[in-house]
């Protein structure tokens, strides 16, 4: 069976070699390792392995992971959705959260962050497919929700994110992303750079479309239970 430290060598020479087909920047693609209900071992076993970046979705099971993982270096990202009532313990435990979608998300993070902490990494998700079942404001929204979330203390706004509808086609694939770069771009008075987008099954696509982070769960850690 591939080691947790062979699967990572594969997909940081996939991403290579997407950066080079794609004419981007060497290593300006980053590697989030999506650790969801894998245990605190297989995180560790990435972790020797080099990895640094890793994507919570359930607070609670992060919790006990980060208690367990105490001594470890590690960047904590939450991938998962925002309950009002977890703010403040995602506003403490994190280092980034990726799916800010309202403003009161937001506020709330920015008035419970520690003062002792740095501040807030924050990532707005945007819905890039117009599903119904997914969370994220439109490309629409996404204006007036940057500058109101670029005001408030205690955050530094870093980018956006997103998870269009699955598609095979290679081209389909890529259409999302060009819309949501192309958004982000035509912003005025905000620097964003970070574009977490890209999964497993459309890697390249996001690559080629300017991701700067790869969210990448079962590729690295083996299939879900």
Excluded at 49 to 72: C, D, P, S, T
Excluded at 152 to 167: D, E, S, Y
Excluded at 172 to 194: D, G, I, S
């Amino acid at each position: 069976m591939p080691t947790i430290a062979h699967n990572l060598k594969q997909i940081h020479a996939q991403i290579h070699v997407a950066e080079q087909t794609y004419q981007r920047v060497e290593n300006s693609v980053q590697l989030l390792a999506v650790s969801k209900t894998k245990p605190a071992r297989a995180i560790v076993s990435a972790y020797h392995a080099g990895q640094r970046h890793f994507g919570e979705n359930y607070v609670q099971e992060a919790l006990n992971k980060q208690v367990e993982l105490g001594a470890f270096d590690i960047t904590w990202h939450f991938i998962g959705a925002i309950q009002s009532n977890k703010t403040k313990v995602l506003a403490t435990h994190f280092d980034w959260i990726h799916c800010v979608e309202n403003l009161k998300i937001a506020q709330r993070l920015s008035s419970q962050r520690p003062d002792f902490l740095p501040p807030l990494n924050i990532c707005v998700q945007v819905n890039i497919s117009a599903e119904p079942s997914k969370s994220g404001v439109t490309l629409d929204e996404l204006g007036n929700l940057v500058l109101q979330i670029s005001a408030l203390p205690n955050l530094v706004l870093r980018g956006v994110m997103a998870i269009p509808a699955p598609q095979t086609d290679f081209a389909a694939q890529r259409e999302p992303y060009q819309k949501l770069v192309a958004a982000v771009k035509a912003l005025k008075n905000v620097n964003l750079t970070t574009f977490s987008f890209g999964m497993s099954d459309d890697l390249k696509a996001a690559i080629a479309e300017g991701s700067t982070l790869v969210r990448i769960g079962t590729a690295l850690f083996g299939a879900r239970a």
